[in-house]
């Protein structure tokens, strides 16, 4: 025979809403700030809570939402709520440093979510409906302290932005959640391609 | 080999629709045709074109090894010489190469002559590969066509297996191996080829995220960027290489930080018109090649009186022009954007041409389908004139 027995589409055929659904499918687990929480939860065991928390930590620098500035960051995750991992301003990545780019800023992590077994849990951070925010007020605080008061605290969610809770606590999360993370950059540019094919069919 | 009429699947156009294929009608006009099919024996699809394919493709490849050698070679063919290096390093790395089609002029009983090689972008391939299969089967499910029917195509198990073993060992994450797929953005018939080789890879096991490509970024490394500020790790573009070569970032696509890229830069050989005349000065008197020279080469007086002038670079057979003194106005032209890099002028094959039951006079092409190398294909075009394009009828074949 001159042709394939059997092929399938996943992702184009009407299989694919099912499988997908399948993924992500919701599930029991922990939204921590502490490894004390985590504790109290009468759910995991310390040591369960403490290396969730170490994993997190791991996983924080490489999943975390990276911005160019300070400011570009603190208006998504709040005053006060960033750090440069690099050692802020004066020291810059080594990513950006070869290239002579600006400093990598990114959220801290708030906490971490806990699953069912060791080796996904994820870093958490919290998001920020902020209200435009004067300049002496950021800096109203020493060691970069911020006003309360001055915008609001947003839910739970993880590097990818995938909202996980509105509290912390056992619950029931969005498999979603727990997917993979993906390191990432900060992108200083965009529309460098495409441009030639504005009038002409590109395919052959 | 004939063309023979049958009766198209009542329901096909709702089998198309939930299944991806939304642009089966173009511009109005049908473009998937079921209401006929190309019957060939099997010794006409394994000696007069599985076998040449598998040949012809052997000596593009031995082209691409003497352009990296010889720097007259990259010229002619109008590559930037920015380009030079990074398709010799791409080349001699062993990057590998994903899929081709070539267009064969062939009518059942002279040998398939090769008019060009659709090496960087061809489509028509979720048609060729997936669609046409389904047709076999339920036509063969519902007796729309002889039970002792096969069909050239081995290409969707081929494409899968190409996604399994192209990837090189230091750009496997643990855990991740994500291939980015991108076309531009307002293309019906570019995305849904980019969708379907999405689910080709997804069935390799990849990870995979498709983009515009007018949406892709750069990081402050020089790295390619995803909407969510991932890098680029592995590009598959349905995107001309000579388009990109041409655009601001083009840079981002040589050097260390380059994603792997899919096809190969030094696929630029084997998408350029320019590849004709040097087959046939490589390989003088082939059988499967027709004699090709460069415009501005004065070999190319030697040139058939009806012969076709095609651009270096061009697709969907724009700015093609066909010279026949014998026809009914001297031959035709296709219209287009291109030719600004050269001609080259090719001695003219005409297409075989299968009259339908209503009359119609088709204009046959056969596109001879490689993935990694190896031909695991057929998907026949028809069209109302000598010359194939974007809207020419895509029809099933059969062999019996």
Redesign the interface.
Known sequence: ????NR????????ATLALAACDEEPQQAGVFSTVEECVESKTYTESFCRESLEEAKKQHPKVA??F?SREECEAQYGPGRCDSPYGGSSAQSA??A??G??SVWMPLMMGFLAGKVLGNSQPLYQGYQGYPQRREEQQGGAGGGYRSGAGSWGGWQTG?NVKVANRTGVQTVEGSAFR?S????????????????S?????? | MKRLAVTPRHDWRATAERLGFTFHTMYGEPYWDESACYVFSLSQIEHDIEDPTAELMAMCYAVVERAVGDEEVLHSLAIPETWWQPIRDSWQRGDRDLYARFDLSYDGREPARLLECNGDTPTSLYEAAFFQWLWLEQALERGIVPPDCDQFNSLQEALIDAFTRMWPDHLVMPGSRTLHLTSVGDNDEDHGTILYLEDCAHQAGLATTVIDIEAIGVDAAGHLTDLDDRVIKALFKLYPWEFLVHEPFEAHLRGPGAPLMLEPCWKMVLSNKGLLPWLWRMFPDHPNLLPSWFANDPGAAAASRRHVVKPLLSREGANVRLVDPDAPGGGMVVDGPYGAEGFVVQDLHPLPVFRGEDGRENHAVVGSWIVAGRPHGLGMREDDGPITVNTSRFVPHVIR
């Open positions: 025979m001159k042709r394939s092929l399938r589409l996943l992702l184009m055929g009407p939402p990276k160019s990513q950006s070869s290239s780019g600006g990818d993979s993906t390191p990432k950059t900060s992108t200083v540019s965009r529309g460098g391609f495409g441009s030639r094919a009038s002409v069919g590109v395919s052959s």
